[in-house]
């Protein structure tokens, strides 16, 4: 845009200020001679100039450009039509410039509704009734004041009184419609929109002004009403130049605020019907009223509609679409409900449960049987509740309870049936599937008494009873530091394993009849730069939470395969054992890399021992087993881990085959004094001897417990009792000096009974 068009606005408002100006200097009470001429073309240039300066502005005007374009034909033609009135009608009172005076309106309505429209966030039809009843009360206060005063002051033919009257009031309804039109914007106007209001006004005063003048026939060319025009239509005209670039859409008031003005609107009309019963009011004013009042009541109706659907939304806004249960929102608004009832010397417990093996059903059953496990569960979850207690989904496979009115012995009591009713096999997807769960309790008064300390202490209890696996975890005060650690460490994780940090030591697995080392598990460990060593239980959790297991896994076996090969070039004919997590045995990829790791570093499938727990198959049985049959297929031994706690089901034992058991090591604790477990050790060893597998009693840690596991017919352990997990060079240093000592071979040997079949030979290759 050139300069000088940037310097329109200007220029009118100049031009505006010098008319004004000179016509109150030089204006005589006849207004005739050459002021009259004066005014004449002054007056229409002003005139001429305001309509083609709003034209330069909708032109620079971006997104409103329709509306005040519009504004600028309607000041154009308005300015056409006072030349042909004043040049070939002499400013008659009624002539055929009306018409072309009237066209202005229909564009400026038009103009109006468009630049409202363009700031409505939102076109409800309660906000545009909103408007429809602030206009229409408006106008009918107008019909019942306003318009008998001008009806009363007006003279001259029945034609003429109704056109000049038609002015005014045109006016006034364009001033109502523009008020119609910011009911969806909240009633408030942007600066553009306030200076076009004021524009409006101004000229309803200057209709009003030449139709009492004219009709007291004091009208003259120079005198007030043209003063009034000229501002009005200036200020019209500039009103589109303040027009913003970009309106931000409005948000509409509040239900409440936002009612004001109709509300004032619909008592006004109501006062204006009361009225009307006592003293004569206007036939147009009375309808207007009735109007007012009939759209007032349409609102009404809509307010209740538009209050039901926010009701709704609120409600909404606080449920789980999934399982219809209060979300995180809601609950938390519970917590802090029941956190009020402390005062009356109440007391309440905050449970947090977290699904364990939750992902594993999502990824091989898929979202939807996710989904369904999740509303399956949400169901058992209030079952098991009172009435008087909430529960809740937080997300994922997060839920929180509150138990009102319990203290903390009774509520992690409680905890205990929650976590046991959840583990009842589910039907998914025509499967009965099991999922555990982890809770951490805390309760109000005893840990906080407050909404953001009790839900912060139950996430670190349950934290740790995921960590410990115990289940169910009631938060302890001394758990807080060790909850800033886990915090550090979870950032940590990830860049362990770009850093080479988890590293891998080696437990030697003995052959008590031989007294040989037979083979090694490898076990994690993460090699912290400012920690030093943390075991597995200081970081799986977290590394399970990162979604790392399966890399973990993949770390651990190049690792290990590498040192079989380092072995086997060393002439050291151990197994090494690979410890495989959960969602590895659904990862189809598994077998294959292990293949191709063992092809690249040249050892035999058979020296890889593959130690899987129980819960691996629980998630998906049927792809696990595939993975396992393939692994095995390929050479690989697999070993089935922490056998006899857990998901233990013996069908697993019937339908798979495996080369090796791991007895857990809290059923081997303190056996020689427990008798229950001796019989159950001896199971096992039968169990084992029967299915032709070997047995592994893991967790030996004193000479008589070792004695006494061989005494029942085991043969192979690993423990403390002989040797620690060791980096693999302590771990050749270890076996050399064991080679020259008999501390590995049992003062006993095996009943004969119970020797494991295959006779003297081990299945495990032993060095010579
Ligand atoms: P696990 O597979 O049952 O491994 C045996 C655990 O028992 C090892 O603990 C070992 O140090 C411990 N242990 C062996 N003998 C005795 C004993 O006489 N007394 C006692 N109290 N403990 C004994 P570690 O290394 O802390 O590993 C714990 C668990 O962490 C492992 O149990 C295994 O489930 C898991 N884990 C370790 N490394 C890996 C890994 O690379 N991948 C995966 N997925 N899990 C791993
Ligand atoms: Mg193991
Ligand atoms: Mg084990």
Redesign the pocket.
Known sequence: MSELARLAPLFLVVATALYVTCMLAIQRPDGGGEVAWLDLWFHNGVRVAAGVVALIGASRSGFDRPGWWVVGSALSVNAVANIVWVQLFDSAALSLADPLFLAYYPQMYVAVIILARRRAASRGAGQWLDGAVAGLGVAAVVAAFVFPTLLSGASGSALAIAVNISYPLADLLLVAVLLAGLAPVGWRPDRALAVLIGGLLVTTVADVAYLLQSAAETYTAGSLANHFWIMGYVITALAGWLSPRQVQPRAALSLGSGLLLPAASATTAVVLLVIGTRQAVLGVAVALAALTLSAAGLRVGFAFAELKSLTLSRLEARTDELTRLPNRRAFLELVERSVETLRDGRTFSVLLIDLDGFKEVNDTLGHHAGDSLLAALAGVLQDHLRSTDHVARLGGDEFAVILCDTELIEAEQRAHSLRDALAAPVDVASMAISVGASIGVSNAPDHGADTHSLMRFADIAMYRAKQARSGVQVYEQLSDASNRDRLELAQDIRRAFARDEII??Y?PKIDLVAGQVVGT????RWNHPTRGLL???AF?PLVEQADL?QK??RT?LNSAVRQLADWQADGIDWTVA????PPDLLDESLPDFVAHLLARNHVLASQLVL?I?EGSLVADPIRAARTVRRLRDAGTQISL??FGVGFSSLVHLRTLQFDEI?L??TLAADLEHDERGRAIVGAAVGLATALGMRLVV????TMAGRDAVAALGARFI????YC??LPPADLEAWAQMLSGSQICTVSSSPPEATRPSGNEASPYTVPS
């Not at 690979?578 to 997590?581: E, F, L, R």
């Not at 893991?698 to 840690?701: Q, T």
């Not at 690993?718 to 009792?721: A, L, S």
């Open positions: 891998v030591y437990q598990e490898a076990l994690a075991y597995p239980d799986l297991l973990l896994t651990v690979v410890n495989i997590a130690e727990t881990d922490d791991k857990d090591r893991e967790g030996i840690e690993q423990g403390f009792v620690r997990p």
